[in-house]
């Protein structure tokens, strides 16, 4: 799969909740075990979630969910996800890398 092939592009980010604190986990190792957990809730039964697993092809991550997942991302983290950077995401490795950049930035 190509870069850009990921996620659909246009997915406009959502306004926060307020519900709970923005996350700040700094370790890549419990960013990934967090991010993979809110994937989880989308992807297929029994899908094997690793750095490598595509969001389209292997995790079956359509452009509406792919559209919850990035504002429970934002919600969770406290961070806001640039729609040009979403068509990009093509792994969740991908996508844990994009929030790990974007938490470092908020600093």
Same mark, same amino acid.
């Given at each position: *799969?190509?870069?850009?092939?990921? /996620?659909?592009q246009?997915?406009a #980010?959502g306004?926060r #909740?307020?519900?709970?604190? +923005? *996350? =700040? !986990?700094?370790? +890549?190792?419990?960013? @990934?075990? $967090?991010?993979?957990e809110?994937?989880?809730r @989308?992807? +297929?039964?029994?899908? %094997?979630?690793?750095?490598? #697993? $595509?969001? !389209?092809?292997?995790?079956?991550?359509? #452009?509406?969910?792919? *559209?919850?997942?990035? *504002?429970?991302? $934002?919600?969770?983290?406290?961070?806001?996800? +640039? %729609?040009?950077?979403?068509?990009?995401? %093509? =792994? /969740?490795?991908?996508?844990?890398? /994009?929030?790990?950049?974007? /938490?470092?930035?908020?600093?």
């Amino acid at each position: *799969m190509s870069a850009g092939a990921g /996620l659909p592009q246009g997915i406009a #980010s959502g306004g926060r #909740s307020g519900h709970a604190p +923005p *996350m =700040t !986990t700094a370790d +890549p190792v419990q960013l @990934f075990a $967090e991010i993979a957990e809110l994937v989880r809730r @989308f992807a +297929p039964p029994g899908a %094997v979630l690793e750095r490598s #697993s $595509e969001l !389209t092809s292997d995790l079956s991550i359509d #452009s509406v969910q792919a *559209m919850d997942l990035v *504002m429970e991302i $934002e919600d969770r983290y406290g961070i806001d996800v +640039p %729609v040009n950077e979403i068509a990009d995401l %093509v =792994t /969740l490795g991908d996508l844990v890398d /994009l929030v790990a950049r974007q /938490l470092a930035q908020r600093g």
